[in-house]
């Protein structure tokens, strides 16, 4: 009798478990995904590197030190060279659409600027007296980089107005 009990207990609990199964709950559910690509822009507009008007009579070098912020051209032996500034470092004003974007800079080793003819003058340390790189744009996505340079005059260099353009890079890191 207690086997028996026993069996059809079991065979309840058997019962129980296949019903219990079948009245298993189970919903499939979708989930939607999305992104949204923006291109990077950056874009940047400049005004000029102005060494100013310069009076000399010898070899001589002017720098514009804007490795600190905007700045003015100052003669390095104001005894050989009278330098009227009518402009100074030039600026670039740096836009993009990533807040706080850092970028590289890269400035050209040299400039040969010219009086459209054959005489020449060189600037350099273009990176030494510029904005450091890299860049750390704003939470606006804005920057301004300063750009200075040295500018080497020859002990007879001609008259002139001497003028050309460099390239300054500036990339995302």
Do not use: E
């Amino acid at each position: 009798m207690k086997r028996l009990l026993f069996c059809r207990c079991l065979a309840l609990v058997a019962f129980l478990l296949l019903i219990g199964a079948g009245n298993a709950f189970a919903v499939d559910s979708t989930v939607t995904v999305d992104a949204v690509i923006q291109a990077a822009t950056l874009t940047a507009s400049d005004t000029t590197l102005d060494f100013g008007t310069i009076i000399t009579s010898g070899a001589d070098t002017v720098i514009i030190d804007a490795s600190a912020g905007a700045a003015t051209a100052v003669a390095t032996d104001p005894a050989v060279t009278n330098v009227t500034v009518v402009g100074g470092s030039g600026a670039i004003n740096v836009n993009s659409n990533i807040p706080n974007a850092i970028v590289d800079i890269i400035y050209p080793a040299t400039v040969i600027i010219n009086d459209g003819g054959v005489n020449n003058m060189t600037v350099d340390q273009i990176a030494t007296y510029s904005t450091a790189s890299p860049l750390t744009l704003d939470g606006a996505g804005a920057g301004v980089i300063n750009v200075g340079g040295q500018l080497n005059i020859l002990a007879a260099q001609v008259a002139g107005t001497y003028t050309n353009t460099g390239t300054v890079s500036v990339n995302y890191q």
